[in-house]
T-cell receptor
Framework: QQQVKQSPQSLIVQKGGISIINCAYENTAFDYFPWYQQFPGKGPALLIAIRPDVSEKKEGRFTISFNKSAKQFSLHIMDSQPGDSATYFCAAKLGLSGAGSYQLTFGKGTKLSVIP | NAGVTQTPKFRVLKTGQSMTLLCAQDMNHEYMYWYRQDPGMGLRLIHYSVGEGTTAKGEVPDGYNVSRLKKQNFLLGLESAAPSQTSVYFC??????????????FGQGTRLTVV
């Protein structure tokens, strides 16, 4: 089974600070790397995603940094706000030609708490 | 716009009982998925479907069955519930697994407790 390893398991950041969550993968056939945000009692929702042909993608305060050679990618949340407090999941999907290409493989999640 | 709707939202079962979880999507998505979420384990794929009438096993399929008789509905069945199936179950759907429309839309979840 393909694996995506996510760290840290939990993170506490002060308001206005930078939150950084890291993920590492093993299979170089992954071609799509989304981050999902989940609030308590809700389903996960897509936050931002990147493909391996770019090294960085930014949407507002959220940035994905991608290091293809190291097989790592990370989520940076700038100017973190209490409303960002949620669980964040990284994920990866195989390319269309790969077996199991319909599946997203998720990391185990990071619970982010942003304190005022 | 309802998106992905799961019923029921909560359920308590006794060991050995059976039940069916219903997922309905109104986005005309081809692909649908069932995941389970357990503390510290992330989301793990149980079964998925790439179209009406087709289903396939995911990472943790044992003890579950699924059916996709209509494009908009994806049913997850537990024939004989076990305490190990206590979890939060999420249904998701997506347009495609490639191109730009790869986003999976999730339902609100079903919290199942097996006693």
């Amino acid at each position: 089974q393909q694996q995506v390893k996510q760290s840290p398991q939990s993170l506490i950041v002060q308001k206005g600070g930078i939150s950084i969550i890291n993920c590492a993968y093993e299979n170089t056939a992954f071609d799509y790397f989304p981050w999902y945000q989940q609030f308590p009692g809700k389903g996960p929702a897509l936050l931002i995603a990147i493909r391996p042909d770019v090294s960085e993608k930014k949407e507002g305060r959220f940035t994905i940094s991608f290091n293809k050679s190291a097989k790592q990618f990370s989520l940076h949340i700038m100017d973190s706000q209490p409303g960002d407090s949620a669980t964040y999941f990284c994920a990866a999907k195989l390319g269309l030609s790969g077996a199991g290409s319909y599946q997203l493989t998720f990391g185990k999640g990071t619970k982010l708490s942003v304190i005022p | 716009n309802a998106g992905v709707t799961q019923t029921p939202k909560f359920r308590v079962l006794k060991t050995g009982q059976s039940m069916t979880l219903l997922c309905a999507q109104d986005m005309n998505h081809e692909y649908m998925y069932w995941y389970r979420q357990d503390p510290g384990m992330g989301l793990r794929l149980i079964h998925y479907s790439v179209g009406e009438g087709t289903t396939a096993k995911g990472e943790v399929p044992d003890g579950y069955n699924v059916s996709r008789l209509k494009k908009q509905n994806f049913l997850l069945g537990l024939e004989s519930a076990a305490p190990s199936q206590t979890s939060v179950y999420f249904c998701a759907s997506s347009y495609s697994t490639g191109g730009l429309n790869t986003e999976a839309f999730f339902g609100q979840g079903t919290r199942l407790t097996v006693v």
